[in-house]
């Protein structure tokens, strides 16, 4: 059989709309890992996550022809994704949507989110960045970020934070969605998104330096 050569996911829509099989199944290999990670932070189970993400194909596949390209296909994808495992997830008493936070943008007074940030705030740029790496960081080669056991406490302190800040730094920072992604696939304002991955990335970043001062 022909090998599929790759294309970027405008390429492949267009060729799913006129019935191509393959390229539908390039699009669900290429973003399945992605939709099963985010799934799961909002049911309690990996075969819940797995329907979610069944359904969720199931949506795209009827939708398709529907999809006017006005935002990313990714974007458009995890917003089906997020909106099934939300209402999965209540059904579950897992997960509680955004919008039914208190404080208008589902930060200030919602108790899970409304606590201050676990790091200076003068330690991040603007945008949220650091401004620099955590204490000592440099004079080991093994804590460099791109070192195994870094990454590990990193994930470990991602998987303890609140739900919102967990989902927006995981989308964020580990799937590489930008600001305005995140933002449109979760329905956040950009204040919102800018305080929740600020206030996660404080939390991962106190529980990296207390892994190197120990």
């Known amino acids: 059989m022909p090998t599929l050569v790759p294309a970027d ?16 199944a390039v699009l669900v290999r290429r973003y399945t890992p992605m939709l099963m990670r985010l799934a799961r932070m909002y049911v309690p189970t990996d075969a819940l996550a797995e329907d979610v993400v069944q359904e969720t194909w199931v949506g795209v596949l009827r939708g398709i022809e529907r999809f006017e390209g006005r935002s990313s296909f990714k974007t458009w ?60 960081w440099h004079d080991d080669p093994e804590l460099s970020l791109e070192s195994d056991e870094v990454l590990r406490i990193a994930r470990e302190a991602i998987a303890e934070l609140p739900e919102r800040q967990r989902i927006v730094i995981t989308l964020r920072d580990l799937e590489g969605l ?37």
């Open 178 to 214: 930008s600001s305005d992604e995140v933002r449109n696939v979760l329905d956040l304002t950009e204040t919102n998104q800018r305080v929740l991955l600020h206030r996660a990335r404080a939390k991962v970043r106190r529980a990296l330096e207390d892994w190197i001062a120990a």
């Open 77 to 136: 994808l995890f917003r089906i994704l997020v909106n099934r495992a939300k209402t999965r997830g209540v059904r579950e008493h897992r997960s509680i949507p955004f919008a039914s936070v208190g404080g208008g943008d589902g930060v200030e007074g919602s108790g899970e989110e409304g606590d201050g940030p676990t790091v200076d705030p003068s330690r991040f740029t603007r945008e949220g960045a650091w401004t620099s790496a955590p204490a000592d």
């Open 9 to 24: 996911d405008q390429s492949l829509v267009e060729r799913a709309r006129e019935g191509d099989e393959d390229a539908f």
